[in-house]
DNA sequence: AAAAAAC
């Protein structure tokens, strides 16, 4: 029964009813619409995938037979060197984009002064149902609603006053440039060039002789050093110090050091070199063949070094910390030994087939999006044994999910919200979970996450194991740690830090009136790239820039209800926008192949948050790039940020027009 | 203070 988990549940009811407490979608008309232009330029359409048509709307009604062979999906995973494929499960080409404009009838008269009025409105966004936007006078920016093109500043009261109220927002009218304002674009001019604290920060390549030629020096950077660059090697490499670690400010003030000693010593323990794992195998570590077989087919043919590192512990039955930086194939670190250890539980179970049986394996991700790509590299291997997986996440109606609990799940994957819902509700029983899995382990132990992480734990079977991973692993994890794991193997890969990157750090000093011209300019390159805003209103603010100044942009953010949130990345995923304005929302985990740039157009506040932005590039061993447009007046505290993260950038100061934000945009 | 995560 392939795909069980995966059938089609609810028949053909509107699947947006139940999923959001807004009034509903788009028009009929709008979901059934088909473009021809896209279809005839896609030729093929790729099919969906009967969660996509539900996310979007469509109603999973599909008849079981036309459900795509696995060879037709693209499944996401950890990315694989040169055999990457692409990660993100193909949508819709066809998709409407500039049909049914019901979810933007509050920007109906904006049309009229629209500089590129004849390309395809940004109908799919819908202000209209979003709480926050919800006491925004409608159509009142209409008329006069200025256009949002650089040099060409918005009004104030046009959308200022009831939108996004920033500190930071540019007074753009009020603030005509002054002398002084010139007076200190010089003064840039000098920090930039005698700059001395590049020189203050950990020198990587005195040890590391092969990035002699690469990022060690600012003048490297103009360029051309891309062809010289010698591939990674982690083989000589020291281990990484953590004593040196930057701490979190509030972990520093929280007085355990009990604990945390002890999290960070192992920490230090095992590390394990990518050398050590050369000619290693899957099926060395411990895997069996159906799965060595599924990894092979996912583009996974020798393990990383987190892979290599973990595998064995996992399959052990003991409990497992697991930190490798972003990128390196963490979900297979996880996912595969989880499943083999499944299937050896179970040998000799007749029961283990059994219509309705428990769940005994989860994993818990921060976002919707990241357990859905999770299950999508997990899926495939369970599938490769005979277990079954499902996702149980928010936003989406009740009766898909409860269905296939319903007929018997192994593997659940989701956030939690929606599994403590159903849990506590008695639908979802976790009892016979054995193995547990929180992916992004120090963003799951944070504030906000802890509470319903904690009361999930409470429920899954006591003893059971737990396999705690990500890029940022730190002791903000001792708590749980302490209190759900025993005695846990901690292992990471040894000199991972920024000289063996392929990420390369710049920011931009700039007068915050430039912001957005400056952010346009940078956006308007070929390639893929993905913008980070700080807040909700701001990425949705930029997206209508970018867009209003011709650049394809999409935006993500938890505003958006679950399809559109799917679709923009979905969009972005396949091309078919160039940009995507997200909130932290995309920060972690998200996959999506071939970011050249990620632009930051606020700063994060917490380092972790930079490292794991700038892990959304430079994926699988390729180049990437990050450039931060940081306001004068934020300079000391991106400058602290940039410390924490361990991180060597170069500061140039930029106007609008200068040639390097160009330079920089090409990438 | 914001964002994420249930309805």
Redesign the pocket.
Do not use: N, W
């Given at each position: 029964m392939a795909y069980n988990t995966r059938a089609p549940q609810g028949g053909k009811k509107n699947p947006t009813k139940?999923?959001?407490?807004k009034v509903g979608g788009p028009s009929a008309k709008h979901r059934g619409y088909q473009p021809e232009a896209d279809a005839a330029r896609s030729g093929k359409k790729p099919r969906w995938s009967s969660e996509q048509r539900v996310a979007n709307g469509l109603g999973a009604d599909r008849p079981r037979g036309q459900r795509p062979e696995r060879g037709d999906e693209r499944p996401n995973w950890e990315p694989r060197g040169k055999d990457a494929r692409a990660s993100v499960e193909r949508a819709p080409a066809a998709r409407k984009r500039d049909g049914g404009y019901g979810r933007r009838d509050d920007r109906d008269d904006r049309g009229s002064e629209r500089r590129y009025g004849d390309r395809p409105r940004r109908d799919d966004r819908g202000y209209g149902d979003r709480p926050?936007y919800g006491d925004r006078p409608r159509a009142n920016h209409g008329g006069d609603r200025p256009h949002r093109l650089a040099g060409d500043r918005p009004q104030r009261g046009s959308y200022g006053d009831d939108r996004a109220?920033r500190d930071d927002r540019p007074a753009r009218d009020e603030r005509p440039r002054s002398d002084a304002d010139r007076g200190q674009r010089t003064e840039r001019t000098r920090y930039d060039s005698d700059r001395p604290r590049r020189e203050d920060r950990p020198r990587y390549d005195d040890d590391r002789p092969r990035y002699d030629d690469r990022r060690s020096s600012s003048d490297d950077r103009r360029g051309g050093y891309r062809d010289e660059r010698p591939r990674r090697d982690y083989s000589d490499r020291p281990r990484r110090d953590y004593g040196d670690r930057p701490r979190r400010d509030d972990a520093e003030r929280a007085p355990r050091p009990m604990v945390e000693d002890v999290v960070l010593e192992r920490l230090e323990a095992q590390a394990t070199l990518a050398s050590d794992v050369e000619g290693v195998t899957f099926g060395d570590l411990g895997l069996g063949q159906n799965i060595v077989r599924e990894l092979a087919e996912l583009g996974a043919t020798a393990p990383f070094a987190i892979q290599a590192a973990t595998i064995p512990d996992v399959l052990s039955g003991g409990d497992v910390l697991g930190r490798g930086r972003t990128g390196s194939g963490k979900t297979i670190a996880f996912g595969a030994p989880l499943v083999e250890r499944l299937l050896t539980m179970q040998a000799g179970d007749n029961k283990r087939r059994e219509f309705g049986r428990a769940p005994r394996a989860l994993i818990l991700a921060?976002?919707?999006?990241?357990a859905l790509q999770i299950d999508r590299t997990v899926q495939p291997i369970a599938r490769s044994v005979g277990l079954f997986t499902t996702q149980?996440?928010?936003?989406?109606?009740?009766a898909r999910q409860l269905g296939a609990l319903e007929r018997g799940v192994d593997i659940v994957i989701?956030?939690?919200?929606?599994?403590?819902?159903l849990s506590?509700?008695g639908k979802l029983d976790l009892s016979k979970v054995v193995i547990t899995v929180l992916d992004e382990a120090d963003h799951m132990c944070?504030?906000?996450?802890a509470e319903?992480v904690t009361e999930i734990l409470d429920r899954t079977a006591e003893g059971g194991q737990r396999l705690l991973f990500s890029a940022t692993l730190d002791k903000g994890v001792a708590d749980i740690v302490e209190r759900y794991l025993t005695d846990p193997a901690v292992h990471e890969v040894a000199g991972e830090d920024q000289a063996s990157s392929t990420i390369e750090h710049r920011v931009l000093l700039l007068d915050q009136r430039d912001k957005q011209e400056v952010l346009i300019e940078l956006a308007s390159g070929p390639g893929k790239k993905l913008v980070f805003a700080?807040?909700?209103?701001?990425?949705e603010q930029l997206a209508d820039l970018l867009d209003d100044a011709g650049i394809r942009a999409e935006s993500?953010?938890?505003?958006l209800n679950q399809s559109r949130?799917q679709r923009a990345l979905d969009k972005f995923s396949n091309g078919r926008v160039t940009v995507l304005v997200?909130?932290?929302?995309?920060a972690r985990g998200i996959h999506v192949d071939d970011i050249g740039l990620v632009i930051q157009a606020d700063a994060p506040?917490?380092y972790k948050?930079y490292l794991h932005r700038a892990g959304r590039t430079g994926r699988a061993g390729k180049d990437g790039l990050v450039v931060t447009l940081v306001p004068r007046n934020r300079r000391r505290r991106t400058e602290e940020l940039l410390k924490r993260a361990d991180i060597v950038a170069e500061w140039t100061p930029v106007e609008p027009g200068d040639a390097l934000i160009e330079e920089l945009a090409a990438r």
């Open positions: 139940g999923g959001h407490k926050a109220r921060p976002t919707r999006e990241l149980i996440y928010g936003g989406v109606p009740y989701g956030t939690p919200g929606r599994i403590q819902d506590a509700s944070e504030l906000g996450f319903p700080r807040t909700r209103a701001f990425a993500i953010h938890g505003d949130r997200a909130t932290d929302v995309a506040d917490e948050a």
